[in-house]
């Protein structure tokens, strides 16, 4: 197999991070970010297979048997649990954005004026719907 | 158990993991019992159980550092909790930040923030501290990273209840950022598994030692220098600062400014002197005169951006950057009196700019914005919250008898140790712009005459209270700094000695 997994990881690990960067979709981001931590919980799983190893499930009666090391298999299981509650706040606050600026593109929300704040000049005390 | 076996001996025998519990059982506690007064009690008293707890620990570790196996199961193979001079440190600061904060996120959360959300904010604060003390007692790699996350979390969803719907876009873009900087630590933590496989601490630095030249490990130094840097918000990798600390309810800016990032200083420590054991006067990789670099120009750039900057929380928000450029020069140097200085200034500059952010929180609250211009005459119609400012910020500056000064000393005592004469030219241009910026708030606030009907009137009692204790704080750690500085010096020590 040689270094594949690790190739496999760092195109993985490339292409979201491209996606986060690249994309100004705030879904599209988060799509990107899942992409780029998954590359990780590869990398951790792949770290963990032993040569020849089987599932890390005792077998009785077999004292020679080489299983594979199931140490980082617990800690991604801990990482996607991470990942999942970073998706969730994302894609809730996503939802927040879309609510107040009605769009969920980075240039629209970035463009959008905000309404002075100190009130003192003429500007329209109601939001003005966005003309994009 | 020994019948006479009392509270206060199972207090001292699980005393290095009883901070992380009391808040992360005071979280769903607050948010249970739903009305806002009793979160706040349930708050504060976890705030105030925590320090209690940091100041046993002072004593205790005078000896040596403090090992806690959780659960029972030995290190390196369970997760072990390890407090030492350092670790009390940053304990005592993350404590004493919230204790101060308590009253002010009171006042603060009843104008801020919705009255039904209000147990949700005090419960994602004691999330957020739950975090930030578990990532400094643990001595797990891993325990590291799950820390951070809850911390990162719970502070994403804090930045996000900001009044302004800015507020929703800086936390989103502190969401992308922050979870990048936690992935690449988790990468740099698996790439050094995979040449240990081992993640206590202690354990990994020991096993480190015949293959620290590999290039697997150093691979994860880059990955953890770059995702602890992001959360340190060092020079180029702090874009979501500025936003976040503006437009965050005023009493999480204070949390954040004060602790957050000083405990991804603390890591960074912690993992480049203890673990990596990165020889930063050597050959091999180039670490320390990278972050002298990066913690100069940030240094410089960010004050100078202060100096320009018209909105007074992203004033303060530069600021913090620009001390943080401090800091990092101030490891880099890796001398022990430059650990030392870079010790005492993370102590200092908490207390001195968390002060800072609650008076101009509370002007900013009084006057409606958070513009310069707003803030004309304010020096007469809030003198009290005025007044604080002032104080902090001399101490921000570095005056004789403040907090900053006693900083700032140590700093160029370092740097003409190692005659890096370059650098005490920075700190001490980055002191006359810190006087620059300061100055024209104060000018604004004393010198200019207020608006007419601009609204006169005190902060509330909370937020004074809170307000000036922290400024007098940062006076008395000023004119009695020996004691902060004898246990920066221990500290230091800490560091260094693995590498002795």
């Known amino acids: ?132 | 158990m020994a019948p006479e076996m009392s509270l206060i001996s199972t207090v001292q025998a699980h005393l290095p993991v009883l901070p992380v519990v009391t808040a992360l059982v005071a979280a769903p506690l607050a948010m249970l019992v739903r009305r806002p007064a009793m979160a706040w009690l349930v708050a504060t008293a976890a705030a105030v159980l925590l320090l209690i707890f940091s100041l046993m620990l002072l004593p205790a570790t005078a000896a040596g550092p403090l090992s806690y196996a959780v659960g029972g199961w030995q290190p390196p193979y369970g997760i072990e909790l390890r407090v030492d001079r350092l670790t009390v440190i940053v304990l005592l600061l993350i404590s004493v930040v919230a204790v101060a904060a308590m009253p002010y996120a009171r006042a603060s959360a009843l104008v801020e923030i919705a009255e039904d959300k209000q147990h949700l904010f005090y419960s994602c604060l004691l999330l957020c501290l739950t975090g930030l003390v578990g990532m400094t007692v643990t001595g797990d790699a891993f325990n590291v990273f799950v820390f951070l996350e809850i911390s990162s979390l719970s502070t994403y969803a804090l930045i996000g209840m900001g009044r302004q719907r800015r507020a929703l876009m800086a936390a989103y873009r502190y969401l992308i950022l922050g979870t990048l900087g936690g992935t690449f630590f988790l990468i740099g933590i698996g790439l050094l598994y995979a040449m240990t496989g081992t993640l206590n601490m202690a354990d990994m630095a020991m096993r480190l030692e015949p293959v620290r030249d590999s290039r697997t490990v150093l691979a994860a130094t880059a990955f953890i220098t770059v995702g602890l840097g992001l959360k340190l918000a060092l020079f180029p990798l702090h874009a979501w600062l500025p936003n976040a600390y503006s437009y965050a309810p005023s009493a999480v800016t204070v949390l954040i400014a004060g602790c957050a990032t000083k405990v991804a200083i603390y890591l960074s420590l912690r993992m480049h002197y203890n673990v990596l054991g990165v020889d930063f006067t050597g050959e091999g990789m180039q670490l320390a005169p990278m972050l002298a670099i990066f913690g100069l120009v940030g240094l410089i750039v960010c004050s100078l951006v202060a100096l320009f900057e018209n909105n007074v929380k992203r004033l303060l928000a530069y600021s913090s950057v620009a001390q943080i450029g401090y800091i990092v020069l101030a490891i880099s140097l890796a001398s022990n009196t430059g650990l030392t200085a870079g010790i005492v200034h993370l102590l200092n500059h908490a207390v001195v700019k968390a002060g800072l952010f609650m008076a101009v929180g509370a002007m900013v609250w009084r006057c409606g914005s958070d513009d310069l211009q707003v803030l004309a005459g304010i020096g007469k119609r809030m003198p009290i919250t005025s007044a604080a400012f002032v104080v902090g910020g001399l101490a921000l500056i570095g005056v004789p008898l403040t907090a900053g000064f006693i900083t700032k000393w140590y700093l160029v005592t370092a740097a003409i140790e190692q005659q890096a004469w370059l650098l005490v030219v920075a700190i001490l241009a980055a002191s006359i712009i810190a006087l620059g910026y300061i100055g024209k708030i104060i000018e604004v606030a004393y010198f200019r005459p207020s608006p007419v009907g601009a609204p006169v009137g005190e902060a509330s009692p909370l937020m004074l209270l809170s307000m000036w204790s922290l400024v007098l704080m940062s006076v008395a750690l000023g004119v009695w700094a020996d004691g902060t500085v004898t246990l920066a010096g221990q500290a230091a020590d800490v560091l260094l000695g693995a590498r002795r």
């Open chain 1, 1 to 132: 197999m040689g270094l594949l997994n690790y190739w496999l990881v760092v195109l993985l690990m490339l292409g979201g991070l491209y996606i986060v960067i690249a994309h100004g979709n705030l879904i599209k981001k988060m799509v990107g970010l899942n992409i780029f931590q998954t590359s990780v919980f590869v990398l951790f799983i792949s770290l963990g297979k032993v040569p020849n190893g089987t599932a890390p499930i005792a077998i009785k009666g077999a004292a020679d048997t080489v299983y594979s090391n199931p140490l980082p298999h617990v800690l991604i299981l801990t990482a996607i649990v991470v990942g999942v509650a970073t998706t969730a706040v994302g894609l809730a606050l996503a939802i927040r954005i879309r609510e107040a600026y009605d769009s969920v593109e980075e240039d629209e929300i970035l463009a959008w004026r905000e309404p002075d704040a100190t009130g003192s000049d003429t500007s329209p005390t109601t939001t003005p719907e966005p003309n994009f």
